[in-house]
């Protein structure tokens, strides 16, 4: 079981807008620890998605945003395109592990 | 273009070893940290260690400190995972990743990924 849970699936038809929510708790998310994003096509490398909670790397869409709030963060997908069907994990600091911890992963399907 | 290459993953009995290999390019390799993540099958991305730019500091996840050492070369742009006393549990992908920064911190991220390389412990 992860530390953060994420819903295991989600689905939208192309053009909706959905939301991947990743909830933690007082050791992680809520101590203030910034969530990261990360989407993961099967057999590639992961891809960086969401740093520091709300910031996209250059090249990142802006159809990817991120929020945190309490020991909740949260990824929004708007515009859904067939290619962002994928595995998506949210990351976050543990101060009770001391070390890095992953959702246990959204499987988004795009319909 | 950072790229991240793995290699050594194998079958290997339990209570054997193995030693991963990441060949790194694209970026000042002693500018930054690494680590390695993994991934067992039909399982989400679990975090395994992570050395910083300079290989003065290292962390594990407990699930295999005292088993595992992570080690760079920086003279040869390569990062290791030296797996000893392997347990089925150990049966993974294992990705090397690139941290933003040197230090590995509370704030710490991975912002490159290698595509992996599969380790299978059975007998």
């Known amino acids: 079981q992860s530390v953060l849970t994420q819903p295991p699936s989600v689905s939208g038809a192309p053009g909706q807008r959905v939301t991947i929510s990743c909830t933690g708790s007082s050791s992680n998310v809520g101590a203030g620890y910034d969530v990261h994003w990360y989407q993961h096509l099967p057999g590639a490398a992961p891809k960086l998605l969401i740093y520091g909670s709300t910031n996209r790397p250059s090249g990142v869409p802006d159809r990817f945003s991120g929020s945190k709030s309490g020991t909740s963060a949260s990824l929004a997908i708007t515009g859904l395109q067939a290619e962002d069907e994928a595995d998506y994990y949210c990351?976050?600091?543990?101060?009770?592990?001391?070390?890095?911890?992953f959702g246990g992963g959204t499987k988004l399907t795009v319909l | 273009e950072v790229q991240l290459l793995e290699s050594g993953g194998g079958l290997v009995q339990p209570g054997g070893s193995l030693r991963l290999s990441c060949a790194a390019s694209g970026f000042t390799f002693s500018n930054y940290g690494l680590s390695w993540v993994r991934q067992a099958p039909g399982k989400g991305l679990q975090w395994v260690s992570v050395?910083?730019?300079?290989?003065?500091?290292?962390y594990y996840a407990g699930s295999v400190k005292g088993r595992f050492t992570i080690s760079r070369d920086n003279s040869k742009n390569t990062l290791y995972l030296q797996m000893d006393s392997l347990r089925a549990e150990d049966t993974a992908v294992y990705y090397c990743?690139?941290?933003?920064?040197?230090?590995?911190?509370?704030?710490?991220?991975?912002?490159?990924w290698g595509q992996g390389t599969l380790v299978t412990v059975s007998s």
């Open positions: 050395i910083s730019g300079g290989g003065d500091s290292k």
């Open positions: 990351q976050s600091y543990d101060s009770s592990l001391s070390g890095s911890v």
């Open positions: 990743a690139k941290d933003w920064r040197y230090y590995y911190d509370t704030r710490s991220y991975l912002d490159y």
